[in-house]
Every structure is written in structure tokens, then in C-alpha cells.
């Protein structure tokens, strides 16, 4: 392992947990306000793309932060689905107020 690779996987896993933080906090609130989360898709696809990557390049502690942030962003972009429709079903439940 090089030492770019050591310290761009930290960052990964930092940012990981970062993003996994994100989640519960999400949990907790319910509901996404002054986010522009589309973002986060962006880089969850980023993300994906940086599990076939670095393995290309033997950056296997770079792979294992990737991991983390991957499985954490997706995580999050599935709760605001899941927090967006069930939002709307609400809204339409109470007749759009």
C-alpha cells in the first residue's frame, strides 16, 4: 500500500462515516429540507465507479473507504425516496394541504 493510497482511503472512510451520520439524522428527522440531494446521487454513482477503479490501480485501502462511502450515500438516497413518497402520500391523504 502507497502512502496515497493510505491517505485517500481515510479520507473515503472519513467521509463515510460522514455520510452515515447523514442517515441518521435523516432517520431522526424524516424528511430532507435545504438539501439539493440529487447530488448525492451523483456521487454514489462516483462512487460505484471508484469500486471498479481503484482495485484497477491496487488501491485496495482506497476500494475499502470507497465501500464504506458507497454503501452510506446509497443508504441515504433510498431514505429520501422512501421519505419523499411517503411525504406525498400524506399530502395527498390530506386532501394537499
Given at each position: 500500500?502507497?502512502w496515497?493510497?493510505?491517505?485517500?482511503?481515510?479520507?473515503?472512510?472519513?467521509?463515510?462515516?460522514?455520510?452515515?451520520?447523514?442517515?441518521?439524522?435523516?432517520?431522526?428527522?424524516?424528511?430532507?429540507?435545504?438539501?439539493?440531494?440529487w447530488?448525492?446521487?451523483?456521487?454514489?454513482?462516483?462512487?460505484?465507479?471508484?469500486?471498479?477503479?481503484?482495485?484497477?490501480?491496487?488501491?485496495?485501502?482506497?476500494?475499502?473507504?470507497?465501500?464504506?462511502?458507497?454503501?452510506?450515500?446509497?443508504?441515504?438516497?433510498?431514505?429520501?425516496?422512501?421519505?419523499?413518497?411517503?411525504?406525498?402520500?400524506?399530502?395527498?391523504?390530506?386532501?394537499?394541504?
Open positions: 500500500m502507497s496515497a493510497d493510505a491517505v485517500n482511503g481515510l479520507f473515503e472512510g472519513v467521509t463515510g462515516i460522514a455520510s452515515i451520520l447523514n442517515c441518521r439524522q435523516l432517520y431522526k428527522d424524516k424528511e430532507v429540507k435545504g438539501v439539493v440531494w447530488f448525492t446521487i451523483f456521487y454514489t454513482l462516483w462512487g460505484f465507479w471508484n469500486l471498479y477503479y481503484y482495485p484497477s490501480l491496487n488501491q485496495w485501502f482506497s476500494f475499502a473507504g470507497g465501500l464504506v462511502i458507497v454503501a452510506a450515500n446509497a443508504f441515504w438516497v433510498g431514505m429520501v425516496i422512501y421519505y419523499r413518497r411517503k411525504l406525498k402520500i400524506k399530502t395527498n391523504q390530506q386532501g394537499g394541504q
